[in-house]
Every structure is written in structure tokens, then in C-alpha cells.
């Protein structure tokens, strides 16, 4: 997972409080991904941005938010945290479009999330 | 949008055996066709992938068949070692985002 960070790697929230997951790319990679890895779903993408300030939703967006103000940072936010979204979050990057285009995503670690 | 299905879900295979795991997709669009590798803990991990204009691609003890006309690619892995034990995504593009398989997870019984 070289080049990308993921923070926090775990964390436990009560329904209803926000969240922020981080992801930080050292690669100045253009293009940046959140999926959430679920048993029986595999990995489904929620949000991706495609440059500072640039972002578009995936299929399962609804209750996510994200942000890009620099190169490097992509957060993912949860403003209320509800049980369907205990889950682990994968931050990817890619140096051309990835999910929209045909390159190689690279992912991080992933972040545990479980809300109560 | 796309649909992707991955069988089997889980396999176990003996130590050198053979291991195919196959998707199918229903986009007639898809063009191009990953195969992820995630070790425990971590990220998945490319370890090869294919463009609808091949049939077939190589990497040593690893290969990825595609038949574009039945609308079905597969991984398939010669002599397993124990370092092959991971859950394998499968994933296809067309002209919208990539789509994943719902994982197969592979166990090479010693």
C-alpha cells in the first residue's frame, strides 16, 4: 500500500455522530476513489474526485459526503452514522481514470468502521 | 447498470493443484477486465488484467481467459502455493465505472 494512508484504520461511533475517514496520497496521483467493502457486495464504489475540488457520486453514495482540497487529501464524511454503514473503507488512487477509465487502481489499507 | 457475478464464493484447492475461478458480466460494453488479489488486512492488490481484443493473457502461474461472446472471463492459477490463500475480486469497465464481483476466497490446503 505504498504511497497511500488511511486514518483512522479502526474506528467505533454511536449511530448519529459524524465521521470523517482520511485518505492521503504521497504519488500526485490525478484521480482519487472510496469504496466500502461489504460480505456478499465485494467492493462498491461511493464516491471518486478527478482533481481538487472535483467529485462525482458512485452507486452507493447516499449519507456519504467527500472533499478534495488538495491533491493529496480525500475525506469521506458520514454525517450521521447509521448501523448499514459499518463497513470497511477502501481509499484507491490511480494516475488516469480509474473506475471511470480502464487504469490500475491502487488501493490503501482500509478503515474499519463499526457504529453502534 | 453493469451486472457482475464470481463463482465459486469460496474454493480450496490442494497445494499445487489448480484453482479456476470464473466471472460473468452483462454489459455487452465491457472492455476491460482486472482481477484483484486481497491478502488478509490489506488492500486488494492487481495482479492481472485483460482487454476485450485478447482471448487470453499469462503472468507465470497466473492466467485470465476471456469469451466475449458468452460474456465470461476466468483466473486461473497452476501450481498453488500457500501464498495463493486471499479472496480474488474479479471487475469489469465498460463505459461507466468499474464493477466488482462479490470475491472468491481461495484456501490452498497443505
Known amino acids: 500500500d505504498a504511497g497511500i494512508t488511511q486514518s483512522p484504520r479502526h474506528k467505533v461511533t454511536e449511530t448519529g455522530t459524524p465521521v470523517t475517514l482520511r485518505c492521503h496520497q504521497t504519488e500526485n496521483h490525478r484521480y482519487m476513489y472510496w469504496y466500502r467493502q461489504d460480505p456478499g457486495h465485494g467492493l462498491r464504489l461511493i464516491h471518486y474526485?478527478?482533481?481538487?475540488?472535483?467529485?462525482d457520486k458512485g452507486e452507493v453514495s447516499d449519507g456519504y459526503s467527500v472533499s478534495r482540497s488538495k491533491t493529496e487529501d480525500f475525506l469521506l464524511t458520514l454525517e450521521s452514522a447509521t448501523s448499514s454503514q459499518t463497513s470497511v473503507y477502501f481509499c484507491a488512487i490511480s494516475a488516469v481514470a480509474g473506475a471511470a477509465g480502464a487504469n490500475v487502481l491502487t488501493f490503501g489499507a482500509g478503515s474499519r468502521l463499526t457504529v453502534l | 447498470g453493469e451486472n457482475v457475478e464470481q463463482h465459486p464464493s469460496t474454493l480450496s484447492v490442494q497445494e499445487g493443484d489448480s484453482a479456476v475461478i470464473k466471472c460473468t458480466y452483462s454489459d455487452s460494453a465491457s472492455n476491460y477486465f482486472p482481477w484483484y488479489k486481497q491478502e488478509l488486512g490489506k488492500g486488494p492488490q492487481l495482479i492481472i488484467d485483460?482487454?476485450?481484443?485478447?482471448g487470453e493473457k499469462k503472468d507465470q502461474r497466473i492466467a485470465v481467459t476471456l469469451n466475449k461472446t458468452a460474456k465470461h472471463f476466468s483466473l486461473h492459477i497452476t501450481e498453488t502455493q500457500p501464498e495463493d490463500s486471499a479472496v480474488y475480486f474479479c471487475?469489469?469497465?465498460?463505459?461507466?465505472?468499474?464493477?466488482f464481483g462479490t470475491g472468491t476466497r481461495l484456501t490452498i490446503i497443505p
Open positions: 474526485s478527478y482533481g481538487v475540488k472535483d467529485t
Open positions: 485483460i482487454r476485450s481484443n485478447v
Open positions: 471487475a469489469t469497465k465498460g463505459n461507466e465505472k468499474l464493477t
